[in-house]
């Protein structure tokens, strides 16, 4: 079970951070360009997974996915399920809880780029794809490493969004985390000691090797 559980989950973080990164980058070069009214407003509603309570975010995505709501409505007239307690409520409340920490590292690498080097390149008349292919990404890959091994990781670790959006199926959404809580629960620390160690060295090593990466490039990231 502790194996299922454990699949499931790097499954969930895989899904959601491909799906972050899509998200991410168009979302951190318009904010890295933006100098107009509303943004600082955008800027914290992107933050306020960072200090908001997991359950609270969980509850009304809860909410939300109800066939009682219009989102779930239209989610199960579509697909002719209910969202709630589904992987794919999950992948949804987990993209919108980690979205900050894809976007913050993106968000500072755009604000590193040199604008000289864009300005150049439309002198020169390069087109658009090929001043993002060859000039910004390039610039920007070692930001958009750390955005994903953040999202990979904070997804690995939560607990309270999955567990109101998805609860506790075996196979379906019952992931690490959940898994832990059951075994503490049923006081089989034996259990709990294994999975826990499996998640610490896990989040320890992707953590390291995200430092280890910023310190090599010199990158710096900060809160928007």
């Known amino acids: 079970m502790d194996i299922q559980a454990l699949w499931l989950t790097a499954r969930l973080a895989l899904v959601s951070t491909l799906i972050l990164m899509v998200i991410a ?3 951190a070069w318009g904010l ?5 009214a509303g943004k600082a407003l955008v800027q914290a509603v992107i933050a306020l997974p960072l200090v908001l309570p997991p359950t609270v ?4 995505l809860l909410i939300a996915f109800s066939p009682n709501n219009a989102f779930g409505q239209t989610w199960q007239a579509l697909f002719g399920t209910p969202l709630a307690f589904t ?3 999950l992948v949804i409340g987990s993209v919108l809880y980690s979205l900050p920490f894809a976007v913050q590292p ?10 000289a080097l864009l300005d150049t390149a439309r002198m020169l008349n390069l087109p658009g794809l090929a001043r993002w292919r060859y000039i910004v990404l390039p610039a920007i890959a070692p930001h958009a490493l750390i955005a994903a091994g953040l999202s990979f990781a904070h997804t690995i670790g939560e607990f309270g ?3 109101m959006i998805g609860g506790n199926i075996p196979g379906e959404t019952r992931v690490a985390s959940i898994a832990l809580f059951d075994h503490v629960e049923a006081l089989d620390y034996t259990q709990a000691h294994q999975l ?6 896990i989040s320890l090593a992707m953590l390291a090797m995200l430092y280890w990466r910023q310190g090599k490039g ?4 900060r809160v928007m």
Do not use: K
């Not at 993106?106 to 604008?115: K, S, T």
């Open 196 to 201: 826990a160690a499996v998640l610490l060295i």
């Open 106 to 115: 993106l968000h500072a690498g755009f604000c590193q780029l040199q604008p």
């Open 32 to 36: 890295s360009r933006w100098q107009g």
């Open 57 to 60: 975010l969980g509850f009304y």
């Open 161 to 163: 969004v999955v567990l």
């Open 25 to 27: 980058v168009p979302l």
């Open 218 to 221: 010199g990158m710096q990231w």
């Open 87 to 89: 992987f794919e409520a």
